[in-house]
């Protein structure tokens, strides 16, 4: 035989096992196409039209915004989502892929904290033709290969990309709430959101956020947390994942456990601030848990999940949790003590997000009175000459940006806007943002405290105090503030005075 030839013959040989590999992988691991059959008739293209609020006008709502997303058909003829994807929609509406009639869907349920929402459609016939996606009742492994489906910017058809779990991990989502989050490097683009992320041939999780200018980046919310919030809104209502609100530090330097005076086969986590300082609360300060429920917590103030994953302890609260309370065993002043520990919602702020909801308002002649809010402001978020101002000035908004309600302001009142043009107000700078602290010398708690001290007032003037290190002290005629109030309206399109439970105050109910 000729070199040539058995050359020739080798490279057959080469070719022919390797064909055979390839056939063997091929039914060991389903690809990408052979699962779609059976998936894509259950995942669908959301087109939603956004109507946000406008915290600076707050008498009305920003323009009209189309976005676009995806969702997957879960049981009891339902479609899942993110609920960024429908958050503030005016108008909702579901497609197939493949099919050329949207149908239109209504949002029964919103967890904004969890970034879920379940949208019921207008004709259930829709059904029929597509099935409910069955959902994975445990994690993903790290290294496990996964599909993300979705209708992502850029074309109509139903995309799939490919990937493998990089990690999991328990982290905050945002306004005030944490959960388990799974990391994978399949690519996740906007209008991905709310699509099914798929192993097998089941659902682990929603698609919901990738990174900006980071590579093969995306997050997912797995089945765990989804069937946490489909069972609380069984009963039609979203109430929240149970939450411990303590401040917590790790136990890893040797001369904190030195001072603490604790054996070096002691293991878990410190309170370094109890949510509340009452006698009666179970918690102190330098409290070390050990412990939660039965499950045991390390110096990293983490617990194990499986021989190579470790999250954060308070991922074990949504299991432990019974009747509003969290089992711990602490350690303090060298006594094991078992103790149960209140677990609320999310976390009183007494500047909230707006939680899916538009602002409320109140105009007096040339002004404008709002709540302070998240929302409101995001414009210092990205302005650090105003945050720099704001903060030599101390106001509130900064130096109170993560306290708590209390006796003297269940909220801050904030001039919301520029002041309308008018002489009233010739002389005065422009007092957008300040916080508002008295009204004739009474201190404000809330907008509607606001609102009613101006419906009572008698004086001639009126005296407005901000709080604030720098700037003015607005003392205005309050008859011809009164007078001046609906041709301010009517010249700036501004239907009504107040929002309704403003107006409500206004026009003589009690707070």
Known sequence: ??????????????????AQAQDKDAKAAPTAPAISSRVERSVVKIFSTLRRPDPYKPWTKATPQDVTGSGVIIEGKRILTNAHVVGYASQVQVQASEDGDKVGATVV?????????????????????????????VLPDVREQVFAYGYPVGGSSLSITKGIVSRVEFVPYGFGNAGLRVQIDAPINPGNSGGPVIAGDRMIGLAFSGVANAQNIGYVIPNEEVELFLSDIADGRYDGKPLLLDSIQTLENPVLRQYLKLDKSVEGAIVHRPHSTDPAYPLKEWDLITRIGDYPVDNQG?????????????????QVAKDGKVPLTVVRGGKTLQVQVPAGGPRQLLIPDLNGGYPSYFVYGPIVFSRATTEYLAFMNTNAAALNAF???????????????????????????PFFPHKLTAGYSNRFGSVV???NGVPVRSLRHLVALLRDLKDDLLVLRFAQREGETMVLPRKEMLDATE???SDNGIRSQGSPDMMEIWNGKKI
């Open 1 to 18: 035989m000729t070199f040539s030839r058995i050359a020739a013959t080798a490279l057959l040989a080469a070719a022919s096992l390797a």
């Open 109 to 137: 349920a919103v967890a904004r904290g969890m970034d879920l929402a379940v949208l019921k459609l207008d004709d259930e016939s829709f059904f029929d033709k597509h099935p409910a996606l069955p959902r994975a009742s």
């Open 302 to 318: 983490m617990v194990k999940l499986g021989p190579n994953l470790r999250v954060r302890f308070q991922y074990r609260v949504q």
């Open 391 to 417: 903060s030599f000035n101390a106001s509130p908004l900064v130096t109170r940006r993560g306290d708590a309600p209390d006796a003297q302001h269940e909220e801050l009142v904030v001039i919301s806007s």
């Open 437 to 439: 602290e008295s009204v």
């Open 487 to 489: 041709n301010i309206l």
